[in-house]
């Protein structure tokens, strides 16, 4: 880290600075210029930043940190490797396209096994569904809860997709984990580092959206307490942010992917549903996302958008889905990248 001392900081401020620093362990480095002192210290600085509060201390202007604040997601500690992550054979990363489909809500078991069947038609790689969903109004549809998860169930086995749902809080923990081949941490929740622990924990997959007001620094921070619980398995996923735009339900930041996929060796996938709102822009900001870089897509579909409990507009139709794969995959094949568990590839290619 670099502590940059006040103009005008006294001797004995300096000298009690660099002392701190050799108390923890780090040989300081003074740089006294004609107005301003600077002391270097070279060193894992991710713990001591926060751990010695420097900026306390009397004299001193700023700490910067030289260190990013996450380690383990970054692509530093890989040497240039990405994390693939691997989902019941499908990988997500390093050129394996994972595109996932589904129901924003499980509603019905009809409902869940008419979308299920036609993610896997079009060549779709795990299916989505939650069976517990975050809702702003209290007086929305909060989802069907454990028989919901039984209904998902019931599509993998039919379909043999993985299934990709929601873990809003630790209680439902046990039951969600006996479902999901992937568990959804979403926009809300991001920070809520409780579970995000829990789910380093358990070590399974876990698809991570990035909040509506989240830095990608942030988000990285919270993909790091997952894998600091010895779990790499996390793919990183983009779905709006909030800006003054009301067009949109949120604002696609299309440049996370490349800006992301250049400081964390993490899959980055984009959901273009929640941050379009609106059906007809689904199909073009899920083109830019794939041309961007994105390692996959989630999209939400629905045999009857018009009488769906969640979602409806953004929707696509189970019965034109195949039509909208086969338009992305054309942008997936330019990009050099194969849909994982595309009937046309062998599962796991
Ligand atoms: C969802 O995927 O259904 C969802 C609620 O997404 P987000 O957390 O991104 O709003
Ligand atoms: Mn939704």
Same mark, same amino acid.
């Given at each position: 880290?670099? %502590? ?53 201390? *009397? ?11 996450? #380690?383990? %997601? ?58 517990? #969903? ?64 829990? %789910? ?8 991570? #959206? ?47 992917? *490349?800006?992301? #996929?250049?400081?964390?060796?993490? *899959? ?21 996302? %794939? ?59």
């Amino acid at each position: 880290m670099m %502590v940059i001392m006040q103009q005008g900081a006294t001797e004995e401020q300096i000298r009690h600075v660099m002392e701190r620093l050799e108390a923890a362990g780090v040989k300081p480095h003074p740089s006294r210029g004609e107005f301003v002192t600077v002391i270097g210290a070279i060193g894992d600085d991710r713990e001591l930043v926060a751990s010695l509060a420097l900026e306390a201390e *009397p004299g001193v202007e700023k700490v910067v940190p030289i260190l990013k604040p996450y #380690k383990l %997601v970054s692509t530093d500690f890989r040497g240039g490797t990405d994390v693939v992550v691997e989902v019941a054979g499908r990988k997500v990363g390093n050129g394996s396209f994972g595109l996932i489909a589904g129901p924003c809500a499980v509603e019905t078991r009809e409902q869940t096994l008419t979308a299920a069947h036609a993610a896997k038609d079009a060549g779709a790689s795990m299916l989505r569904g939650g069976a517990y #969903k975050p809702r702003t109004s209290p007086y929305a549809f909060q989802g069907l809860g454990a028989p919901g998860l039984d209904i998902l169930r019931e599509a993998r086995e039919e379909t043999g997709l993985p299934i990709v749902t929601e873990l809003m809080n630790l209680r439902q923990l046990d039951d969600v984990l006996d479902v999901a081949d992937v568990v959804q941490i979403g926009a809300r929740n991001v920070q809520n580092f409780d579970l995000l622990r829990e %789910v380093g924990q358990a070590g399974v997959p876990v698809l991570l #959206k990035r909040g509506m007001a989240t830095t990608i620094e942030e988000w990285l921070l919270s993909a790091e307490y997952v894998a600091r619980e010895g779990n790499p398995n996390v793919i990183l996923c983009e779905r709006g942010i909030r800006t003054f735009e009301p067009a949109t339900r949120a604002t696609l930041d299309i440049s996370a992917v *490349p800006v992301t #996929k250049s400081l964390s060796s993490l *899959p980055v996938i984009v959901d273009p549903s929640h941050a379009a709102g609106k059906r007809d822009y689904i199909l073009p900001m899920a083109r830019a996302a %794939v041309a961007a870089g994105a390692d996959g897509l989630i999209v939400e579909i629905h045999p009857a958008p018009e009488h769906a409990l969640c979602d409806g507009p953004q929707a696509l139709h189970t019965e034109t889905f195949d039509e909208w794969v086969a338009d992305i995959r054309r942008i997936v094949d330019v990009m050099g990248k194969v849909i994982a568990g595309d009937g046309s590839v062998p599962v796991g290619a």
